[in-house]
């Protein structure tokens, strides 16, 4: 089945250089990267993006992760695309403890838990078609995807914009 799943490298991944690293081993999955973006995460972003986990008592360390206070203020979010495009990237990725996770994986390769007890895992990647969407439609607008991966509508624009002087 073809699929689109969003993947974040995490401010771990970037603060340590490895954004390569990450998309070397992405590349074994032979999909397509159809979207990028290098983002600086609001915590209403963060908020929006890890909702399901709201009620964990590591809730709040997870939002300080992704927004990038333990590291540098940006994540690197793509989309890709291709047949089984989410199990095959969460299989590269590794379990979610970066301790548990297969040591050739990414999350085993490159992640740890703080002494603090954060996980430092690296890189997120949709767990279903179902989150994929919620996620991709969270993190990028339709313009900014060089494939239609859902249904869009046109709006005429009502707030000013920045553009080029
Ligand atoms: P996933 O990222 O493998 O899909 P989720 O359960 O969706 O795992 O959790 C989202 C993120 O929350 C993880 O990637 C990790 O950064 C963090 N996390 C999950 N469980 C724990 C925990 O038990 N302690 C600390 N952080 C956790
Ligand atoms: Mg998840």
């Known amino acids: 089945m073809i699929q689109q799943t969003l993947i974040l490298i995490k401010p771990d991944g970037l603060k340590k250089s490895l954004t390569g690293n990450v998309l070397t081993r992405l590349s074994e999955t032979k999909l397509d990267i159809v979207a990028a973006s290098i983002v600086k995460v609001s915590r209403d972003l963060a908020e929006k993006h890890y909702m399901s986990l709201k009620d964990k008592p590591f809730f709040d360390d997870l939002l300080k992760y992704i927004m990038g206070e333990y590291h540098k203020k940006k994540v690197m979010a793509l989309v890709y695309w ?34 603090k007890g954060v996980y430092e895992n690296v890189i997120h990647a949709s767990a279903n078609e179902q989150d994929a969407e919620r996620e991709i439609k969270l993190w990028f607008q339709p313009d900014n995807i060089i494939v239609d991966l859902y249904p869009t509508k046109t709006v005429k624009e009502a707030t000013p914009r920045r553009v080029w002087a």
């Open 82 to 115: 291709g047949e089984d495009a989410i199990q095959k990237v969460r299989a590269i990725c590794g379990s979610t403890n970066p301790e548990e996770a297969d040591p050739v994986s990414i999350r085993g390769s490159y992640g740890r838990i703080t002494t």
